[in-house]
């Protein structure tokens, strides 16, 4: 911090000086007006002609100073501004008084401009924001103290007037005696008002206000002291608060427009400040001295604030490059607003007295507050994280933007050394003769001999890489430096240079490359390509440099400037060139850029499965893809795999661009990631592995299903298998993956049975084969879930009833066969039991679910299920005539007896199911009795088959057990 301030001691020293002047000067010139006896509205004019003249100096200064020069440009404007003050005191005429004012406004804006463009030139990208910092500093300083010089004179003497024009002339002295060259001024053009304004409407609207509340306060408060007779002392006081209050407010607004939206805080301190500038009238009528000052230092301070606000607020809709330019436009709406306010504060003060200037203040910032509040409406608000940062700035015009940190960053260009301004002459004469003059200086000083040849170097006509050789000759170990010197002086060879020093030092190839790289982006793919071209082995090396590089300058990258943002495509590009070059490392080649730009790992995969699918049908000509090995499509899920580790919030789409090139290998791809799946909340690490266990809870893992429903998207054919897949690994999936099948399941349908001209009901049973067998993979993978699974296709596709519930049954058969193997080593009769009780409640629960879906299926869902599970026939024909009963007592009154209907209804319950378990006909008939014992004769008829003696036995079995 010392070293970067020390050598602009004495431009800071100026700055001091000068603005102790100008605090001087503007109270006491209303003052001396006013004891002049001068109307208000006539004071306000000639305060205003100021701002005129200062905008207009902001307009021509830098045409000024670029053709006169930065010294003679200083001197005369000190000449000018001493001048103007002192005339001052030769008449009181306003309309001699309003021309000096121009004048002083304009010499003004040409002195900021010398000044600040010599701050510009010493100061770096890294230390711009504390010179900026410091500069404003040494300004508010200055104005402050010049307010207490009003006490060394009375102002109706010439004797403050001639202080001015010394002080004036005391701050030209340290820039003048100064041994620092002036800097080139680069003329910019600005951005046009409307167009900026169509950009950021609030920013310019805030700027044009600010420019009105701050000139009219700082210039008039002189005027509204004098009414309430604070003079003397006190006047210097009231206006020192005032700077103080500028300076140190600055600091907790910033504080909170970067840590809240800036638009509300803008809002509120408009607001605020209404409110304590009017608060300053009764506390002025009362005499009460120290409310006054440090109520008009707080609104003082935030109106001060609203300036650098625009700015912000501006620059948080432009793009970088548009900054220095759209600053001309704000100075531009700031210098109209600063014209305006003094004389139209004056003629309110003039109309309705002095006490007015407040509430001609709040006014404009409650049309601001009301503007600010419809913006907010109508606009969406910037992240916090995307606003740019406030920076303290000095509410005057400055003429120069350069040392805002915020804006972009051009290195002013070095002052040649004489050697190298005599190099250039000769060569332009006798190139030969540059070439060894520059050798000569290299051979004593190798420094200054780098520098002559990258001047030399510049000259049209010159061989280059003539030039390079010689000094490659003469210096070989300063061949780096030689070679950075003279690629910046012809960027448009920097390949051939690159390429020559790769054929020298290959091994110093890679460092070159990369700061060239850096310095020149546009070369950036050029370098890594002659870069790996030498050293074949460094290509990883390469890849991370770049992509962190880019990877930087994305992050770091304005929302205004994200759509000119071609990092992607850069960094695809140099994995492009990286990947020709050495084709053996592109898979580690593309993690290593995948780990410092995530966002390129999909790009770049579906650059590889192109050339992936290209070798694979080269070498896979013969055979068919449906019959590939097991191992045939390992790179490419080796490939998903590392990509994941590298990007793993890219996982899934990583995924998706392989199969949607290899639909192969969609399941391999998924047992691969199953293997490595971690269910969300598993943080502790006892659960990591185990996606099964009791603490992961019953969630529905949405990680997984999302990867089954778009790998199914992507590779349809494979569906099937993977959600097969997930389910052998992760259980509990099962379900959502089928709510997920079959909505899409259903979709198709319907959409096919619109082409087809026919509905979802009068579909074969064939065409839910699909559905089927989901119910007979899935449940086989998730034997736990199958139930819940089969129910999930039924009620997407009630049609399927049957179809499922026979597949859902015979899965459930084969487990029971299964079970019974088991218990028959094991001779466990009693889980034999329970298992087969568990068996039968599955049944019932089955046909319970399914009724109530489709409540006239019940029946022949009964015998479906009683044809699979005869055993379970009794324990069936309970549940249907459960059913069965309860839908006629709904349907009943409950007044008359039960309709003959529900009779006839029991009696085919028992028939159907008799004939499909005839070895339980017994206990069909005592289940349905049970539940409708009005049917107990009809039933009996019914299984009789008109043989007395078995209806006898029939009814007294059924009479016993019901």
């Keep these: 911090m010392r070293n970067t301030l020390l050598p602009l001691i004495t431009l800071f020293a100026s700055a001091v000086i000068l603005y102790l002047g100008i605090g001087l000067m503007n109270i006491l010139v209303p003052s001396r007006m006013g004891l002049e006896g001068m109307s208000t509205d006539t004071i306000g004019m000639v305060l205003s002609m100021f701002f005129v003249g200062l905008f207009a100096g902001a307009i021509y200064s830098k045409q000024l100073v670029k053709r006169v020069g930065h010294i003679r440009a200083l001197a005369g404007s000190v000449a000018i501004e001493a001048i103007c003050i002192l005339a001052f005191t030769l008449d009181t005429s306003p309309l001699l008084w309003g021309v000096l004012r121009v004048l002083l406004g304009f010499s003004h804006a040409c002195l900021l401009t010398a000044m600040e463009s010599w701050l510009s030139d010493s100061a770096s990208e890294e230390n711009r924001g504390k010179v900026l910092a410091v500069y404003n500093a040494c300004i508010l300083g200055g104005l402050f103290g010049g307010q207490f010089l009003m006490g060394v004179a009375e102002p109706s003497d010439n004797t403050l007037f001639i202080i001015v024009g010394m002080l004036f002339c005391m701050a030209a002295l340290p820039i003048l005696f100064s041994r620092v060259q002036g800097p080139v001024i680069e003329t910019i053009a600005p951005m046009s008002v409307i167009s900026l304004f169509k950009t950021s409407p609030l920013g310019v609207a805030t700027c044009l206000t600010a420019g009105a509340v701050y000139s009219a306060l700082f210039n008039m408060l002189p005027v509204f002291a004098a009414e309430y007779h604070i003079n003397g002392f006190q006047l210097s006081l009231f206006m020192g608060c005032a700077i103080i209050g500028a300076f140190t407010l600055q600091f907790p607004v910033g504080l909170l427009s970067d840590r809240f939206d800036r638009r509300s805080i803008l809002f509120v301190l408009l607001l605020l400040s209404s409110v304590l500038g009017i608060a300053v009238i009764p506390l002025a009528e009362r005499e009460m001295t120290i409310g006054i000052f440090i109520v008009n230092g707080i609104a003082a301070g935030i109106i001060t604030c609203y300036y650098p606000l625009s700015v912000a607020e501006s620059f948080d809709k432009l793009k970088k490059s548009e900054m220095v330019s759209a600053m001309g436009s704000l100075l531009l709406a700031f210098g109209i607003g600063g014209a305006i306010g003094p004389y139209a504060a004056s003629v309110v003060m003039q109309v309705f007295g002095s006490s007015s200037l407040f509430y001609f203040l709040a006014i404009l910032q409650i049309l601001l507050a009301l503007f600010t509040l419809y913006r907010m409406t109508v606009s969406k608000a910037l992240p916090v994280s995307d606003q740019e940062d406030f920076v303290m700035q000095n509410a005057a015009l400055s003429t120069s933007v350069n040392l805002d ?160 943002d071609t990092s992607e495509s850069d960094v695809m590009n140099i994995a492009s060139e990286l990947w020709d070059a050495n084709p053996d490392q592109a898979l580690d080649i593309a993690v290593t850029v995948a780990e410092s730009f995530p966002d390129a790992a999909v790009p770049m995969t579906e650059e590889y499965m192109v050339n992936y699918e290209q070798d694979t049908d080269e070498s896979s000509v013969s055979l068919d893809k449906g019959e590939a090995e097991p191992g045939e499509y390992s790179d490419a899920v080796e490939w998903v795999s590392r990509m994941s580790e590298a990007a793993p919030d890219q996982a899934l789409d990583i995924a998706v661009a392989v199969a949607e090139s290899v639909p192969e290998t969609a399941v391999p791809m998924t047992e691969d990631y199953m293997a490595h799946y971690e269910p969300e909340g598993t943080e502790d690490e006892s659960l990591k592995g185990d996606v099964s266990a009791e603490a992961v809870g019953d969630g529905e893992h949405p990680a997984a299903v999302e990867w089954v429903s778009r790998l199914s998207e992507a590779a349809p054919d494979q569906a099937l298998d993977i959600a097969v897949a997930v389910a052998e690994s992760v ?135 009683v044809e699979a599970v005869p055993e379970s026939a009794g324990y069936v024909a309970a549940e249907v005539s459960r059913l069965l009963h309860e839908s006629h007592n709904e349907e009943s009154s409950g007044i008359v007896e039960e309709p003959a209907s529900e009779i006839e209804e029991a009696v085919e319950v028992v028939n159907r199911l008799s004939e499909a378990a005839p070895d339980n006909i017994e206990d069909v008939a005592i289940a349905v009795v049970g539940n409708i014992p009005d049917a107990a004769s009809e039933v009996v008829d019914a299984i009789s088959d008109g043989s007395e003696a078995r209806e006898g036995e029939w009814v007294e079995s059924i009479d016993k057990n019901s």
């Design 405 to 564: 940190p915020r804006t972009e960053y051009t290195e002013p260009d070095a002052i040649p050394s004489s050697a190298a301004k005599t190099a250039v002459l000769i060569a332009e004469s006798d190139p030969a003769a540059a070439v060894k003059m520059a050798r000569a200086l290299t051979l004593n000083n190798p420094e200054k001999g780098t520098e002559v040849a990258a001047a030399v170097a510049s000259v049209p006509g010159i061989d280059v890489m003539r030039l390079y050789e010689v000094m490659k000759e003469t210096a070989p170990y300063q061949i780096l430096e030689i070679t950075q010197a003279i690629v910046k002086a012809k960027p448009e060879l920097a390949p051939e240079l690159i390429s020559q020093l790769a054929e020298w030092y290959p091994q110093q190839v890679i460092a070159v490359a990369i700061e060239v790289g850096r310095v020149f982006p546009d070369m950036r793919i050029e370098m890594a390509r002659i870069a790996v071209a030498s050293a074949p082995e460094s290509a990883t090396q390469v890849a991370e440099y770049y992509s962190g590089l880019l990877a930087e300058e994305r992050e770091a990258i304005r929302p205004a400037d994200r759509e000119e």
């Design 731 to 865: 259980p509990e999936t099962a379900v959502p993956m089928t709510e997920e099948f079959m909505s899409q399941y259903e979709q198709d349908s319907v959409e096919g049975s619109m082409s087809a001209e026919s509905n979802l009901s009068e579909m074969d049973s064939e065409e839910y084969s699909d559905a089927v067998e989901w119910v007979s993979r899935l449940s086989e993978a998730a034997p736990d879930q199958a139930m819940d699974v089969a129910a999930t296709v039924v009620e997407a596709a009630p049609e399927s009833m049957l179809e499922v519930t026979e597949e859902y049954l015979s899965v459930s058969e084969e487990d029971q066969e299964v079970a019974d193997e088991i218990n028959e080593v094991s001779n466990l009769s009693e889980e034999e039991t329970e298992v087969e009780d568990e068996e039968h409640q599955k049944a019932v629960e089955w046909l319970t679910r399914m009724s109530e879906l489709s409540p006239e299926m019940s029946l022949n869902l009964a015998v479906k299920i």
